[in-house]
């Protein structure tokens, strides 16, 4: 008896899905990661750390915050981060076109409730 084996998807194949049916779709090692659109608490903190950087960095110019951006890690690896710091450095490296292809200076991510989350959290 042989096993069944999942073939690993590409960032070529989320470029098929939906892109305004209000789900996030990302990749991880090859496995396909499916989230509702963020909740009012959610967004809420995301725009409080969202105003702290933009302020810091309108004093400091060392480079810029970005929200939901898409990073691609790899050709089995793209994620959407609620949001991206990106040096100046960095930036020049890896934001070359409407995403982000590498890893970028920082990545933070609002952990909603629920079991799915947790678990997603986990690997």
């Known amino acids: 008896m042989s096993a069944h084996i999942e073939p ?17 779709y990302e990749l991880i090692a090859g496995e396909l990661y499916v989230s509702s659109s963020p909740g009012l608490s959610h967004q809420r903190a995301a725009g ?3 105003f702290a950087f933009s302020k810091y960095l309108e004093l400091n110019q060392i ?7 898409g990073v691609i ?3 089995y690896d793209g994620v959407i981060p609620d949001l991206v710091y990106l040096s100046n450095e960095c930036r020049d490296e890896t934001a070359t076109g409407d995403w982000i292809h590498g890893a970028p200076t920082l990545v933070i991510e609002i952990l909603s409730p629920g079991s799915q989350n947790r678990k997603r959290t986990a690997n």
């Not at 998807?9 to 996030?24: F, S």
């Not at 480079?63 to 951006?69: D, F, M, N, P, R």
């Open 73 to 75: 890690l790899s050709d």
């Open 8 to 24: 690993l998807l590409t960032n070529k194949d989320l470029e098929c899905l939906p892109r305004d049916d209000g789900n996030r």
């Open 63 to 69: 480079g810029e915050i970005v929200l939901g951006i």
């Open 48 to 50: 409080k750390i969202y």
